[in-house]
């Protein structure tokens, strides 16, 4: 790149940035010397997991680093100027006028109480004396070169009247708005489905480039590095591990951190194996529908909406199934309805031939114990007044079996998730992956026929997601369940299930086995969902 | 577990000593007073505190420490007792409300709001009225003033608590929604109602006195630290130690309640443990 001969946009020389107060003797500083470049109208990845120090990094060009964490030693230039010694309001002129940022959670980031017009208008207002009507002009065109339906509509409404992925391109609007000379965007789409995503920085790669801005992508999505960026710098624990080309650092990585990272996206685990059509059908679902309740007024019920129309699925006896779809698909929801936590509006589900809807009291008593479900967010899915040792166990209290052998179930399940000595920690002493494999020990304690694992990786870290994945895929395989695997990853889809559903606004548009579906997509929206998935192409590029 | 005691913090180190000479102060009274605390001795009317009356004596010359030490027993026995009722039953109406929801939810804060738009100590002098003046009708009156204010508390918390997944995780193990409610809901309830309960007893002691000095009490002559107080009101230039022993005692009392309240909230924290 011409990098290296012209003034660098942006240069970290030297950053070292730490935990403010006591600085005990040893503590390994959050980010540790950390220098690199970014050119002109480049685009650079910051790759890493939680700890990283990733985020600190973005946070500390614009001075905007959280409380009890102070930068300690380097520079950070912008096209030469030191930004570290600039005052307060200098520091102002800079924020959002030549650097602008896009945050990660699309429903926080935009004031609920002010209207997109107001917010567009507050970075024109204070960067540039324009007349209401200019700004109103400029507005308007940026929200039509983000593809806002109606603009002028736009203009006047709230935050809250629009989806996730509109609201980040609102925000990609209101940044793009100053003419930025650096984009920093911290994991701008991690909250959002395939398909947004994809739109999202698309978008974000066109208008940056019309702009000749530079973008700095944080991720932990090696995917997306592959597809959006030139140029990657791989840390960890505060750490440079490896900088370099995109290409290089997925096709030849030198660190053997990054090599560990690259590996994690190609998967390591094999996919699921069909099973036989002489295995059981555990789970028969026919001409499901689902509703939701609408907003009951004083005295009449609300109209309801129905999110399910019309499904048909069997799982098999220690089938892995897959069932993708982006959010509002109504995949979550078809869960739910196996597990008899919503009831249908039409249909029948079956479990082990018995209508749920019809079981005897006992019949249900079985059916609770045999069917179990592992949610997407390990900080809400455990209770934090319970150790884990209690949380784990709250599966076995109905099953008839005496307190001395539940204690040994229970350590023995914790052996095997890997936590044997976590029994009497509390939920909020844990990581995310940890926390997990408390909520899958919990899930398969009590030996279930049938487990549903809503997005069960999706909150954690790529190396940290392939942990977990392959403890599943190890129980599964030992203990033979059926598995209901509810995801919008398709690269998981194909590491874990042998057969795949694929959801549409609540109807299945396509389902097969995964080789199949996945090299010979019939249906258009398949198809989409497949080519917006990065990390699929980026597999390819590294195996 | 150890460093579950381990670590006594400021509130408790305060608090239990307050609560704790509360505590021996009544149970010393169930068996010894210096003077019987009613009996009259108009020989000696206004005494100041001195080696025969510690604290004095009140204007019929009965004797003040003993009669803070039986209004002791009869300040915090109301206001425990009313505490008791409003946390139990605003508890139990509070979690009904946010985990059925529906129409149980409905007209439960319909009833809450309408209760709570009366000001609490208006409400039970007109409770108060209807009932006659007794130690059981001022309980009854203090804790449905106080009922709402704790049902709104626990509903709203059950409301941000019944969403989450480990909610769910318990119906799918087969717990039935009492269950649910016993093990899941109610464990994280009950940290925001153990600081209400302290402090509603605070509230229930001050309201005992007001409304002894606005002349509904519990009936003389039994001493309570607010009847004590209201009595002494036209004598408070002459004899300021009648006014300032009960003074004391409530002050002391809610000090110490309530900084054993906050130690009870840590102590039921599990963040505590890092």
């Known amino acids: ?543 | 577990m150890m460093d579950r005691l381990g670590h006594v913090g400021l509130n408790a180190l305060v608090g239990i000593p307050l609560v704790g000479a509360l505590l021996a102060t009544i149970g010393i009274g169930l068996f010894w007073m210096p003077y019987d605390p009613i009996a009259i001795d108009l020989t000696h009317p206004l005494g100041s505190p001195g080696l025969r009356h510690w604290f004095g004596t009140d204007e019929f010359g009965r004797d003040v420490l003993s009669r803070s030490m039986l209004g002791a027993r009869i300040s915090v026995l109301v206001a425990l007792a009313t505490v008791a009722v409003a946390i139990t039953v605003g508890t139990a109406l509070g979690l009904l409300a946010g985990y059925l929801r529906g129409w149980t939810d409905r007209l439960l804060m319909m009833i809450t709001d309408a209760v709570l738009a009366f000001p609490g100590i208006l409400l039970a002098l007109a409770l108060i009225a209807v009932l006659g003046s007794s130690d059981g009708s001022i309980v009854l009156a203090l804790s449905t003033a106080y009922t709402p204010s704790v049902v709104r508390v626990v509903r709203a918390t059950v409301l941000s608590i019944r969403e989450r997944e480990f909610i769910e995780a318990s119906r799918t193990a087969g717990d039935s929604p009492l269950e649910t409610i016993a093990r899941h809901i109610l464990p994280n309830v009950l940290p925001p109602v153990v600081v209400l309960a302290t402090s509603l007893f605070g509230w229930a002691m001050l309201s005992e006195s007001a409304l002894s000095f606005l002349g509904v009490k519990v009936p003389p002559p039994a001493p309570t630290w607010g009847n004590m107080l209201s009595e002494s009101r036209p004598y408070m230039d002459v004899a300021s130690w009648l006014s300032i022993v009960p003074g004391l005692c409530i002050a002391g009392t809610l000090l110490g309640v309530n900084l054993l309240g906050d130690a009870l909230r840590d102590w039921l924290d599990p963040w505590r443990e890092t």
Request: glycine share 8%; aromatic share 4%; net charge positive.
């Open chain 1, 1 to 543: 790149m011409i990098a290296a001969l012209a003034t660098p946009l942006l240069r970290f020389a030297g950053v070292r940035i730490e935990a403010a107060g006591r600085a005990r003797a040893g503590s390994a500083p959050l980010l540790d010397d950390l220098s690199f470049d970014v050119a002109p109208g480049e685009f650079v990845a910051v790759v890493g997991e939680s700890g990283s120090g990733k985020t600190l990094a973005a946070r500390s060009i614009l001075n905007l680093l959280p409380d009890g964490v102070r930068r300690v030693a380097g520079r950070i230039e912008l096209e030469g100027r030191d930004l570290t010694q600039l005052s307060g309001p200098d520091m102002r002129k800079i924020r959002g006028a030549q650097i602008g940022m896009v945050f990660q959670e699309p429903m926080v980031s935009l004031n609920p109480a002010m209207t997109i017009g107001r917010q567009l208008a507050e970075g024109l207002q204070l960067h540039r004396q324009l007349s209401r009507g200019e700004i109103r002009r400029h507005s308007l065109a940026m929200l039509e070169r983000v593809r806002m339906n109606d603009p002028v509509r736009c203009l006047s409404a709230f935050p809250h009247e629009f989806s996730g992925g509109m609201r980040q391109r609102i925000m990609l609007a209101a940044v793009l708005l100053l003419k930025p000379k650096l984009l920093i965007a911290d994991e701008p789409t991690t909250a959002l489905d395939t398909l947004s995503q994809r739109e999202v920085l698309e978008l974000m790669v066109e208008l940056a480039h019309d702009e000749g801005a530079a973008v700095l992508l944080i991720t932990h999505d090696l995917g997306l590095v592959a597809r959006y960026t030139e140029r990657a710098i791989v840390l960890e624990k505060g750490r440079l591990m490896e900088s370099g080309t995109t290409r290089q650092i997925l096709t030849d990585p030198r660190n053997p951190y990054t090599q560990r990272l690259v590996a994690s996206l190609r998967g390591g685990i094999t996919a699921g194996t069909a099973v036989p059509a002489s295995e059981p059908i555990v789970v028969q679902v026919r001409n499901a529908c689902i509703e939701y309740p609408g907003r009951p007024g004083l005295w009449r019920a609300g109209t309801p909406t129905q999110v399910v129309h019309g499904v048909d699925l069997d799982v098999r006896s220690g089938e892995i199934v897959a069932i993708v779809g982006a959010s509002g698909s109504g995949k979550t929801t078809l869960g739910r309805a196996i597990l008899d936590l919503k009831p249908l509006a039409a249909g029948s589900i079956r479990f082990d031939g018995i209508e749920l809807a019809r079981m005897t009291p006992a019949q249900r008593k079985q059916f609770r114990r045999s069917a179990q479900l592992v949610f997407q967010d390990p900080y809400s899915s455990l209770n934090p007044r319970l150790r884990v040792r209690d949380i784990v166990a709250a599966t076995l209290r109905h099953a008839d079996i005496d307190a001395a052998e539940r204690a040994a179930r229970v350590d023995a399940v914790l052996d095997e998730v890997g936590l044997a000595s976590f029994g009497d920690r509390f939920p909020h002493q844990m990581s995310g992956g940890q926390r997990q494999r408390v909520a899958i020990a919990r899930a398969v304690v009590c030996r279930p026929r049938l487990v549903v694992a809503d997005e069960p990786v999706s909150a954690l870290d790529m190396t940290i997601q392939q942990q977990v994945l392959a403890l599943f895929r190890e129980l599964q395989g030992q203990y033979g369940f059926a598995c209901l695997f509810i995801t919008h990853d398709l690269a998981l889809v194909r590491q874990i299930a042998a057969r795949v559903v694929v959801m549409s606004g609540g109807v299945v548009v396509e389902e097969g086995p995964v080789p199949s579906v996945f090299n010979d997509p019939r249906h258009k929206y398949t198809r989409e969902l497949l080519a917006a998935t990065p990390a699929l192409e980026a597999a390819a590029l590294v195996s």
